[in-house]
C-alpha cells in the first residue's frame, strides 16, 4: 500500500497572503484601517530585509526571520526613521502575529518561530498627558468671523471638545451621522475596530452645526459634515494645519499657547480631564472617549495633580496631632436640654 506524500509546507509568499486574506480579513474581520496598520509594518519589514539579507521579498523564508533581523529591524525604526517607541512595539506586534498564524500552517518550522516569538517589546514611561484649561480652550475655539473656512474650523473645534473624539472619528463625520433634535441631540462615531458609540451635544454645538448646514445646502446626508474645498472629507494634516492656525490667534489672549505645541489628540486628552475634573465617573469617562480597556481612562486620573491635591488634603500628616471632635455650641446646648 502506497503511502500519501506528506504536503509542501506554504512558502513564505503564500502565508503572508493568507494571514492578510484569509486571517486578518475574513476570520478575525479587522477593519480596514488596522489591516493597513499591518500592511505598513510589513512593508517597511520586507523592504528591510530585503536590503540586509539581499535578496527580495518573494525568496524569504521562515528560518530567515530570526530574532537577531527583527531586533536589527526595530532598531533601525527607532534609529533611522526616528520612529517612537510605541510605534517600534506596534511594528513588532504585527510580525509577532503573523508569526502566530505561520505557526498553524507550517509545523516544521514551529522551532524557528518560537525562537523569533522571544524578541520582546520595548518598556518605555509613559509621558504626562497635556491638556489645556478651560480659559484656553474656549479662546481655541474662539468665534467665526463669517467666512466658510472661520465657520467650518469653528464647529470642527466645537466638536472635538465636546466629543473628546480622534480626528479620524471627527472627518468621518457624515451629515447623517448628526441628530439634531432638542430632547436627543448627539453624533455617532465610528471608532477603531469598527466601535460605534454615540456622543451628545451642547447647545451650542447645535447651534454651530445648524448655522453651517444653513450655509451648505448642497450638503446631504452622505455628505461629509466637515468637508474640505473640494467637498471631500478633511484630511489629519489639513486638522492640524487649522488648529494650528486657531492656536495662534488664541495665544493673543493667552499668551502661554504660543509656547505649547497643541495637537487635536490633546484636546481629546482636554475634553477627558474636564469630565474628571467635573465629577464624572471614569467609567463613563471610558465609553465616552470609546476605549477598549479602563487602564487607558486611567491616565487621566494619574495626570489631575489637582484631584491628587485633593485626596491627600483628607490625610493627616505624620507630624500632625489628631484633634477630638467637638460639637458645636448649639448642639451641646441642644442636648443639655433633654
Known amino acids: 500500500m502506497m503511502r500519501r506524500q506528506a504536503k509542501p509546507p506554504p512558502s513564505f509568499p503564500a502565508l503572508v497572503q493568507a494571514f492578510f486574506v484569509e486571517h486578518l480579513t475574513q476570520q478575525r474581520a479587522l477593519s480596514p484601517r488596522t489591516v493597513a496598520a499591518y500592511r505598513d509594518a510589513f512593508m517597511l519589514f520586507l523592504g528591510f530585509a530585503e536590503a540586509r539579507l539581499g535578496r527580495s521579498p518573494a525568496q524569504l523564508t521562515l528560518p530567515d526571520i530570526t530574532p537577531d533581523l527583527i531586533m536589527a529591524f526595530l532598531d533601525h525604526l527607532e534609529r533611522d526613521r526616528h520612529n517612537c517607541v510605541r510605534s517600534r512595539n506596534a511594528r513588532l506586534a504585527a510580525l509577532r502575529s503573523f508569526l502566530k498564524f505561520a505557526a498553524h500552517r507550517d509545523v516544521s518550522s514551529l522551532q524557528v518561530i518560537e525562537h523569533a516569538l522571544g524578541v520582546p517589546a520595548k ?9 489645556l484649561s478651560r480659559e484656553e480652550m474656549l479662546a481655541v475655539i474662539g468665534a467665526p468671523d463669517g467666512t466658510w473656512f472661520s465657520q467650518r474650523d469653528h464647529v470642527l473645534l466645537l466638536m472635538l471638545y465636546n466629543t473628546g473624539a480622534r480626528v479620524s472619528e471627527i472627518v468621518g463625520v457624515k451629515v447623517g451621522d448628526v441628530v439634531l433634535d432638542d430632547a436627543a441631540a448627539c453624533v455617532h462615531l465610528h471608532g477603531k475596530g469598527r466601535k460605534q458609540r454615540s456622543v451628545p451635544l451642547w447647545r451650542s454645538t447645535i447651534r454651530a452645526i445648524r448655522a453651517w448646514l444653513r450655509r ?10 466637515l468637508p474640505n474645498r473640494d467637498g471631500q472629507a478633511m484630511s489629519r494634516w489639513t486638522v492640524m494645519q487649522r488648529l494650528e492656525r486657531a492656536v495662534q490667534a488664541a495665544a493673543k489672549s493667552c499668551p502661554d499657547l504660543a509656547a505649547r505645541h497643541i495637537s487635536p489628540h490633546m484636546i481629546r486628552h482636554t475634553t477627558a480631564m474636564h469630565l474628571l475634573q467635573a465629577g464624572v465617573d471614569i467609567s463613563v469617562i471610558a465609553l465616552w472617549l470609546g476605549h477598549e480597556s479602563p487602564a487607558t481612562t486611567h491616565q487621566y486620573v494619574e495626570a489631575d495633580l489637582a484631584m491628587k491635591e485633593r485626596a491627600l488634603a483628607r490625610l493627616h500628616e505624620p507630624e500632625a496631632k489628631l484633634r477630638r471632635y467637638r460639637a458645636p455650641d448649639s448642639l451641646i446646648d441642644f442636648l443639655r436640654t433633654l
Do not use: I, Q
Not at 451648505?216 to 459634515?225: A, G, M, T, W, Y
Open 216 to 225: 451648505n445646502p448642497p450638503l446631504d446626508s452622505n455628505s461629509p459634515l
Open 123 to 131: 518598556r518605555f514611561e509613559r509621558p504626562m498627558l497635556g491638556y
